[in-house]
C-alpha cells in the first residue's frame, strides 16, 4: 500500500517506475518526508538509491514504529474478544418472544 504522498508516474515513464519500485523495495511507503533527510522525495535512480542510504535508519525506525503499532492493536483487539467471551448473552425464554403467525 502506498502512502498519502505517492503520485503515479506516467504510464509509458518506465525510469520513473523503476524509481518507485526502487524506493518501494528499500521500504519507503510515501506516507510522509518530515522525516527524511532534506525533506522531499528524490527525483531520479541515482538519488533514489542515495536517499535510501542516507535514511536507513529512519526507514527502519518507521518500520519498527509500524510492527509495534500492529502489536498493540493485535493486544487490544484480543482484549476485546476475550471481554466478549466472557459475556453471556441473555437467554431469551418462551415468554419473550412474540408470534407473528395471526
Known sequence: ???RNFKAPNVSDDQQWK????LYQGGVRFW???SYEKGKFPDTIDEAKAFLERNKATIQAQWD?????LAEDAKRDE????KRRRLKPKRLGN???KSTDH
Do not use: H, L, N, P
Not at 482484549?79 to 476475550?82: D, G, K, P, S, Y
Open 95 to 97: 415468554a419473550d418472544f
Open 65 to 69: 514504529r509500524y510492527r509495534s503499532f
Open 1 to 3: 500500500m502506498m502512502g
Open 79 to 82: 482484549r476485546f474478544a476475550e
Open 32 to 34: 510522509g518526508t518530515q
Open 19 to 22: 524509481k518507485v519500485e526502487i
